[in-house]
């Protein structure tokens, strides 16, 4: 293979020494060690939360280290923002593009560096001249005048690498680049970076699609639960080691949840469809059942979770809730019909952040209950919340206190709180507990567990492999849209759906 | 293979914490700007004018008289800035409510009147009138903004150009005067102020106690929070730009009243001073804090500051300067606030 051939790495460009980085509450880093040699591929693979993207962050200069130095061509390096990093020679590729929809081509290439002419003024000319020569370069067929904003995804994908090439970096780190480009793309990209290599360049690639490792990647090192594993050449490895790597950890035990006898199907979905996100999916959800759902970041999910619940509507396929079928085309209609949604962002579509735990925890409850003659039966509520944040665990000094002020943990607690008020049958949890440490986090899964073995059903998307196991009594992977495979509890183990969620 | 066991974790004791118990309200520290400034034309008042500025009861009541419009119109202005929107339109809807309250309130020595088969109409008509104007106005903000993605801003701008021009447009530029006595008494004496702190206590208590009140918190402080919460925001900002613009109405009403015409250029910079009103008193123009409580000291403080310029006799230019820096400062005491509060802003 091409990458092999390049045969023994010249010297080491990049030095990373134990680097290590916490969120609050969560060791997103620790002690990670990682060197990058000149003309070389060096490949980043680890499950989602990992601490993949951090470790990234870091090098690219835009969240600083708790500990840790890195060395660029064997001289301290100390990074204070993502400018001063291109600077030293590091570009970065983000996941989520970081371009400006309102600008053309041309300018998000050159943005910050434009040439200038003898009164300050943009030169145009010249500007779309050196677009033209770079895009020219490397063979990417773009219109330097083209809004980026009007671009498909793929393109615009297009024009962040068209980019990072534009500063002559030393290093280029590529966060999932392949993610949004077709199969000629990749191939493309691939090209551009092997170009790189022969140029003495060193590129530094995350990926979730194995199969490139052993196409494009001289070294591979695996992160798991913001630790190295290892670093070893592709060559070595088989698939199933790289993953067993990948997911190794003990499973831990979490709360068995007791099946009972499955119920009556209460919820299901018939050829759910919404472009591009997610297509023909069918499932049943029985009463007193969890399913689990498991699948990569982008694999369509957390918008089958929102078309459940009627936030983006489905625009195919049907769904019946009790054997009936009924168009769920927003969430009022959802809560009506008993079904409850913690949705994946505790910030952006979960709190209220402005407002009093006792607010958080009342408000979808205040739809059906609680309420007469538009006024707030403010006793009775409050007493229902009281009774509520015991059951959760809740660990807050006082239900007036601002939400703000809560833990991640003890917030999280709050929305399920929310949901359990409104007494539902039909739960949809994606990610229940993302950034939560343990304690909370088994607290978590007991209420899950309660709540199935009284009859809700519950669907439960989440990215970590041994809460998906621990949890649930069938699991259905995704991967880019479809799903890829239902697995019974009994049948199910970790490299299975690692294999199912990335092909 | 770890054992995760669940224990009860450690039990605190609740809310029996003194310093938490006596907690200040957040009108506490806006009050005491009201008192300080009042106290800070007392003491010049004795030092240039040689007179009280607070010993005065008829001053007082004056004083409050002239923000009591402002203060109707801040009353809606408040519950709209709560959703995280904005109205640019109330000053114009007060001059176009006044023009057609005032035309359906003209008595019979009226000259040339509006409509000269309609003069001495009983005075709840142009009442029932001027408020199905106002809702009308609110209405269509409301609509627009819920139902397209236009932000609040430009909408109501539109709204604000649009119906001075219909306020202009519906005489012909030329003002209604002569109305009738029982009309006129809407404006006259106290009546403003009752009506005034009667609007605030009644949508302090909505804001505080029913779910109208906190579905606009909820809306204002989480837009998609609210909507997954099961909220149907559209229809809820619907109904708070529709009161904003009754209470528009109202207070087009009341000026019409007091002074006994219809004039097109009624209420101009209304908006202005209504939202000051508000922002001073606390509200966030990004959403999801404010109260009626504050917007009514809010008010009271552009009150004073009026007032207490024309009471120690200094130019009109000057209080306009220190009114907006008033207002600066009380959006920069703003920021601070929500940044002590929110930690993404730390970042």
Request: proline share 4%; with cysteine; net charge neutral.
């Given at each position: 293979m091409d990458a092999e051939a390049t045969g023994a790495p010249g010297d080491s460009l990049l030095e990373a020494r134990h680097i290590s980085k916490s969120f609050p509450g969560v060791a997103a880093l620790d002690d990670v060690s990682l060197r990058v040699a000149r003309g070389t591929v060096h490949a980043l693979i680890g499950e989602n939360g990992a601490g993949k993207s951090?470790?990234?962050?870091?090098?690219?200069?835009?969240?600083?280290?708790?500990?840790?130095?890195?060395?660029?061509?064997?001289?301290?390096?100390?990074?204070?923002?993502?400018?001063?990093?291109?600077?030293?020679?590091?570009?970065?590729?983000?996941?989520?593009?970081?371009?400006?929809?309102?600008?053309?081509?041309?300018?998000?290439?050159?943005?910050?560096?434009?040439?200038?002419?003898?009164?300050?003024?943009?030169?145009?000319?010249?500007?779309?001249?050196?677009?033209?020569?770079?895009?020219?370069?490397?063979?990417?067929?773009?219109?330097?005048?083209?809004?980026?904003?009007?671009?498909?995804?793929?393109?615009?994908?297009?024009?962040?690498?068209?980019?990072?090439?534009?500063?002559?970096?030393?290093?280029?780190?590529?966060?999932?680049?392949?993610s949004a480009l077709s199969e000629r793309d990749t191939a493309h990209l691939f090209d551009l970076i092997r170009e790189l290599k022969s140029q003495g360049k060193a590129v530094l690639y995350i990926t979730h699609r194995m199969d490139e490792l052993w196409e494009i990647a001289d070294q591979v090192t695996v992160l798991r639960d913001g630790r190295c594993i290892g670093t070893e050449r592709p060559g070595k490895l088989t698939r199933a080691q790289l993953i067993r790597m990948m997911v190794g950890r003990e499973l831990e035990r979490i709360f068995p949840h007791e099946r009972a006898a499955p119920g009556k199907v209460l919820l299901a979905a018939r050829g759910l469809t919404l472009e591009p996100h997610f297509r023909d999916v069918s499932f049943e959800l029985r009463a007193g059942e969890i399913l689990g759902v498991a699948g990569l970041i982008g694999a369509g999910r957390s918008k089958l979770a929102e078309a459940l619940f009627g936030v983006t509507p489905a625009d195919g396929g049907q769904l019946c809730i009790d054997g009936a079928e009924i168009i769920v085309d927003s969430p009022c209609i959802a809560l009506g019909r008993?079904?409850?949604?913690?949705?994946?962002?505790?910030?952006?579509?979960?709190?209220?952040?402005?407002?009093?735990?006792?607010?958080?925890?009342?408000?979808?409850?205040?739809?059906?209950?609680?309420?007469?003659?538009?006024?707030?039966?403010?006793?009775?509520?409050?007493?229902?919340?009281?009774?509520?944040?015991?059951?959760?665990?809740?660990?807050?000094?006082?239900?007036?206190?601002?939400?703000?002020?809560?833990?991640?943990?003890?917030?999280?607690?709050?929305?399920?709180?929310?949901?359990?008020?409104?007494?539902?049958?039909?739960?949809?949890?994606?990610?229940?507990?993302?950034?939560?440490?343990?304690?909370?986090?088994?607290?978590?899964?007991?209420?899950?567990?309660?709540?199935?073995?009284?009859?809700?059903?519950?669907?439960?998307?989440?990215?970590?492999?041994?809460?998906?196991?621990?949890?649930?009594?069938?699991?259905?992977?995704?991967?880019?849209?479809?799903?890829?495979?239902?697995?019974?509890?009994?049948?199910?183990?970790?490299e299975k759906i690692m294999t199912l969620a990335a092909q | 293979m770890r054992q995760v066991i669940l224990q009860p974790g450690p039990q605190r004791p609740a809310a029996t914490?003194?310093?938490?118990?006596?907690?200040?309200?957040?009108?506490?520290?806006?009050?005491?700007?009201?008192?300080?400034?009042?106290?800070?034309?007392?003491?010049?008042?004795?030092?240039?004018?040689?007179?009280?500025?607070?010993?005065?009861?008829?001053?007082?009541?004056?004083?409050?008289?002239?923000?009591?419009?402002?203060?109707?119109?801040?009353?809606?202005?408040?519950?709209?800035?709560?959703?995280?929107?904005?109205?640019?339109?109330s000053g114009s809807v007060v001059a176009l409510t006044a023009m057609v309250a005032a035309s359906l309130a003209q008595s019979a020595d009226a000259v040339h009147p509006v409509y000269p088969s309609l003069t001495e109409l009983p005075a709840i008509l142009p009442v029932v009138a001027g408020l199905a104007v106002g809702a009308a106005a609110g209405l269509v903000n409301g609509t627009?903004?819920?139902?397209?993605?236009?932000?609040?801003?430009?909408?109501?701008?539109g709204v604000m150009v649009s119906a001075r021009g219909l306020a202009k447009w519906y005489t012909r530029g030329q003002p209604v005067s002569l109305l009738t006595d029982a009309y006129a008494a809407i404006g006259s004496g106290a009546m403003p102020v009752v009506i005034f702190l009667a609007t605030a206590g009644i949508f302090h208590v909505a804001l505080r106690y029913t779910r109208y009140g906190k579905f606009t918190y909820a809306i204002g402080s989480n837009p998609q929070a609210a909507r997954v919460s099961g909220i149907n925001v559209p229809r809820h900002l619907l109904m708070v730009y529709t009161i904003a613009g009754v209470l528009s109405g109202l207070a087009g009403i009341v000026t019409s009243a007091r002074a006994e015409s219809g004039q097109a250029g009624m209420g101009m910079m209304y908006e202005l001073d209504a939202i000051a009103a508000a922002v001073i008193g606390g509200a966030s123009l990004s959403g999801g804090v404010g109260r009626i409580t504050g917007t009514v000291i809010g008010t009271l403080i552009l009150g004073v500051v009026s007032s207490g310029f024309t009471f120690l006799r200094i130019d009109a230019y000057y209080q306009e300067i220190v009114k907006g820096g008033i207002i600066v400062a009380a959006v920069i005491a703003d920021q601070y606030r929500r940044r002590a509060r929110d930690p993404r802003t730390l970042s």
């Open positions: 951090t470790l990234m962050k870091i090098i690219a200069g835009i969240v600083p280290a708790d500990a840790g130095e890195l060395r660029l061509a064997g001289r301290y390096l100390r990074l204070e923002s993502p400018r001063q990093a291109l600077e030293c020679g590091i570009a970065m590729i983000h996941q989520e593009l970081n371009l400006m929809p309102a600008l053309s081509v041309a300018e998000n290439i050159w943005i910050g560096r434009e040439p200038v002419n003898a009164c300050g003024l943009i030169n145009h000319g010249e500007l779309h001249r050196r677009t033209r020569a770079l895009l020219e370069r490397l063979q990417i067929d773009l219109d330097p005048q083209a809004q980026v904003g009007t671009l498909a995804l793929a393109r615009r994908q297009l024009v962040e690498i068209a980019k990072a090439f534009s500063h002559q970096s030393q290093l280029l780190i590529m966060d999932e680049p392949t008993g079904m409850a949604y913690l949705t994946e962002d505790r910030k952006e579509t979960g709190c209220f952040l402005t407002l009093a735990v006792l607010d958080n925890l009342e408000m979808a409850v205040l739809s059906r209950n609680f309420v007469r003659f538009g006024f707030v039966r403010g006793t009775e509520v409050a007493q229902a919340c009281a009774d509520m944040s015991r059951k959760v665990r809740l660990k807050a000094p006082d239900l007036r206190e601002p939400i703000a002020n809560l833990s991640g943990g003890n917030q999280q607690k709050v929305l399920i709180g929310r949901w359990l008020l409104t007494g539902p049958k039909l739960l949809i949890l994606d990610e229940p507990t993302r950034g939560i440490d343990v304690g909370a986090k088994a607290e978590i899964h007991h209420l899950i567990a309660q709540l199935a073995g009284r009859g809700a059903g519950v669907f439960m998307i989440s990215s970590e492999l041994p809460e998906i196991l621990g949890m649930s009594d069938r699991i259905m992977v995704m991967r880019e849209g479809c799903v890829t495979g239902m697995l019974e509890r009994a049948e199910a183990d970790q | 914490d003194g310093r938490r118990a006596r907690r200040w309200p957040p009108e506490a520290s806006i009050f005491l700007v009201l008192v300080g400034l009042a106290l800070a034309f007392e003491l010049l008042g004795w030092l240039l004018v040689h007179q009280s500025f607070l010993l005065n009861g008829p001053r007082l009541v004056i004083m409050i008289l002239q923000v009591s419009v402002i203060g109707i119109i801040a009353v809606g202005v408040t519950q709209v800035i709560i959703t995280g929107g904005i109205d640019l339109s627009l903004i819920a139902r397209t993605s236009i932000p609040p801003f430009i909408e109501t701008l």
